[in-house]
């Protein structure tokens, strides 16, 4: 099994190369990387310096948190009120979301799309790698929730789902 400094060390000298893609299998471990296009990076620079800016200091955090919650709550009630829905999909973690596998590609699903437990949804971008984040619920798609390259938190909802 790797140490987590080992894979530190993987990451930085993948990131560091010019290669695009990575996989690497040691005693039943996998470890599989890609890396972001040029365009993609560019955009998700911001995200490395808001979450330096949040995590710095506990007076920055607080007083950022609270006018959050609020702008989350007045977003969501009109919503929740014009949207039948049973499930909804969240996030695993904290990164970055992506709606399409890369910036020239369609969205994995949109309003309207029909899931099943094991359809990849979107994208979520934490430390340069990129985890697919399966549905696991089957239904038909009847909100998204997040813009494409926006922060996500761990347990956001995503997209919600009307189950059949």
């Known amino acids: ?15 560091q190369s010019s290669i ?4 690497y299998e040691v005693e039943g471990t996998k470890v599989s990387m890609k890396k972001l296009t040029e365009g993609v990076a560019i955009s998700a620079e911001p995200r490395v310096h808001i979450e330096k800016e949040v995590t710095s200091s506990v007076p920055v955090q607080a007083a950022v948190e609270p006018v959050k919650q ?8 009109p919503q929740a ?7 909804e999909i969240t996030s ?4 970055t979301f992506y709606s399409s596998p890369n910036p020239e590609s369609d969205p994995f ?3 309207g799309s029909t899931v099943t437990k094991d359809t990849v949804v979107c994208i979520v971008e934490a430390m340069k ?5 399966e549905a696991e619920v089957a239904g038909e798609i009847v909100e998204v929730l997040v813009e494409n390259g926006e922060l996500v938190e761990y347990g956001q909802p ?3 789902v009307k189950t059949k």
Not at 70 to 77: D, F, I, R, S, V
Not at 129 to 133: Q, V, Y
């Open 129 to 133: 790698l990129f985890n697919e984040i």
């Open 109 to 111: 699903v949109s309003v």
């Open 158 to 160: 995503l997209f919600r």
């Open 92 to 95: 695993p973690m904290v990164g």
């Open 20 to 23: 695009n893609e990575f996989s």
């Open 81 to 87: 009120s014009s949207v039948s829905y049973d499930k």
């Open 1 to 15: 099994m790797l140490k987590i400094q080992e894979l530190r060390e993987i990451i930085k000298l993948v990131d």
């Open 70 to 77: 609020e702008t989350l709550e007045a977003a969501e009630a």
